[in-house]
């Protein structure tokens, strides 16, 4: 086994966004060169990267020419077909997260009956494959419900909510009549997620827990730590411990949770990343979600997840980063991802600011209260 | 005037090395591009950035096509011919800090005239041209004093202590008969360091002090803050402002300076650079010296010095960057370069570990006492 990987090895990334920038960054930090392979000429990533491979993700050769640089392949896209990592694999390159992660996060209904057989809870669903199934599923799950399609939807795209059986064909045609799962309605009081890793020595480290704020089915705002029970807190860590041993998975994920009236947590998705969810780390932590990502699939010890300080996150969608106001605000650390044309709704970058923690981590904080 | 620059401008950076890696990954945080001249292929600022030009640092037509790549132009290197710097700026580059500083810098009797001009209080020195000058140099400067070469002396190098006039011509050949000076030596009870920046508006930022303990000539250890009086600190501050201000300064500088035993300060010398005794900027800081400078040069409102943490910035020299223990090291915040091939004493990474501040800053620190 190569690993740990020694400084001066490459990170293969698949994929040239923001996140694969950011994880670059952290690369570049620990003597790591990285390699980008994207479809997008100029992407964010690539302009922070030693090589960058312009390709389709499925194409052999470009695959091919990303296994012959890298030490490690890795992703910042849960888009990427499965079926590159697996091709990576029998190049011989070393890949993390595995394929099945990536495959069962990329199936909502793999994905639900993952959480299923391991006793995750998650919510009440089904499996819907044609609008014909909407109605029975609705009768056992109630109304209204969700429909989502099975793959690819993100930020909200490819959702309908269900009122009533007399909505389903145009439910499924609003989200393109592809195969779909229906979930219950979920009466929770907060979005939460957790971000953790589990290293190539399998330990597992989680930051603490995280609360979000959508608007229009985009991420707006993350404040971390949550406003969160011990018990709370305890069993998203125990459900984030199991989702990663389970899977066998080496780096960082995002798990999006539901948090009821009660403090008991369902699990809504996991993202087999680093995670929009988790940008405040690289102000408040020691250790980032992209250091962690790094560490973890360089086969490096995981590093500390406690806090330095609370955070709010926000998003800055379009045209919202091109604001001066927040170069000028000394409470802003600011983050802008170098991507060219700011349309609405685009993810352009993002705020964090800082604020002292009730509750400083005894052990590996050092900002305590001296 | 361009400034201050629109995210996804471009920072054209003089020199490759780790400081102008550093600089690359602080721009990218702010959504800028990076060009790196420099002569080495493969260097460590070139890994991270769009744009890289290899050649001298006077090739005109390199020079040219820097000048074409970049929205402003700056260096990380403080050899780099101040006459690359001038005609950038004849090519119509926007440049920062100005040839001026840079050729202050350059000659250390250039630099102490400069600092005697300005009241700012330096040790005693004599013009060296030819062996026979030290003599009666020594003489009224006392025995023993340190000879150094005018230009081109970093970490120890081009430095020889004369003991008596009987050591001249040994000395000087020493240095390589080169033009030199003649510096009394200084009954310092500590070495400090100011980080500090001037923007394009004329407004002066200083970070905290850092004491520095040097070995064999070489930075080996930052501590920050350092132990200081108040007087001190406002005496290093009003020198800094005062330094900058006369050089009508745009950007980071790093100005050296000792502590006598009543607490008052002499400068060294200043570096028209990031500097590595404010490497500890990055991890205990919300904006660090690389960011600072970048915003500086782009004409972007400065941000704030405060410290989050007290801090301790440890060199690794060599294959000390290689030990698998600072991996593991939960309190290390690891930082390496990505330098090929570990040459005893070569600067190849750095490591900060933090501790409680004893006062946190009321204001712009988030992380005090709650």
Not at 87 to 115: C, M, Y
Not at 122 to 133: E, G, K, L, W, Y
Request: proline share 7%; net charge negative; hydrophobic share 45%.
């Amino acid at each position: 086994m190569p690993f740990p990987l020694p400084p001066g090895s490459t990170i293969g990334i698949l994929g040239g966004g923001q996140l694969g920038r950011m994880l670059a960054l952290a690369a570049a930090r620990l003597g790591f060169d990285v390699a980008i392979l994207t479809p997008e000429p100029g992407s964010p990533a690539s302009r922070v990267a030693a090589h960058t491979v312009i390709s389709a993700y499925d194409d052999p050769s470009a695959l091919g020419e990303l296994a012959r640089l890298s030490d490690v392949v890795t992703f910042e896209f849960e888009n990427v077909p499965a079926a590159a990592i697996e091709r990576l694999a029998a190049l011989g390159a070393q890949t993390a997260p595995n394929a099945r992660s990536l495959a069962t996060a990329q199936d909502r209904i793999a994905e639900k009956r993952f959480f299923e057989a391991e006793g995750v809870p998650t919510v009440a669903f089904a499996q819907i494959d044609s609008a014909a199934d909407i109605g029975p599923a609705l009768e056992r799950l109630g109304a209204p419900a969700l429909l989502k399609t099975r793959r690819e939807g993100y930020d909200g795209k490819g959702q309908a909510w269900v009122e009533s059986a007399a909505d389903a064909e145009t439910a499924f045609a609003a989200i393109g009549n592809a195969p779909a799962v229906l979930e219950a309605k979920c009466p929770f009081v907060r979005e939460v997620s957790v971000i953790a890793a589990r290293g190539r020595d399998g330990r597992v480290a989680a930051y603490p827990l995280s609360e979000n704020r959508h608007e229009n089915g985009i991420l707006r705002r993350s404040i971390a730590p949550a406003q969160a029970s011990d018990a709370t807190a305890a069993q998203a860590r125990a459900i984030v411990a199991t989702v990663l041993e389970k899977l066998d998975y080496v780096g960082v994920i995002g798990v999006e949770m539901f948090e009821l009236a009660d403090g008991s947590l369902l699990v809504n998705e996991f993202a087999p990343r680093v995670h929009n969810s988790g940008h405040w780390t690289a102000d408040a932590c020691q250790v980032d979600q992209f250091e962690q990502h790094i560490r973890a699939v360089a086969g490096w010890p995981l590093g500390p997840t406690d806090m330095l300080a609370a955070a709010e996150m926000l998003n800055l969608l379009g045209e919202e980063a091109l604001d001066p106001a927040l170069a000028a605000d000394p409470m802003a650390r600011l983050w802008l991802y170098g991507k060219v044309g700011a349309a609405p709704g685009r993810k352009m970058g993002h705020v964090t600011r800082l604020k002292p923690l009730k509750s400083p981590s005894p052990n590996l904080c050092p900002l305590g209260r001296g």
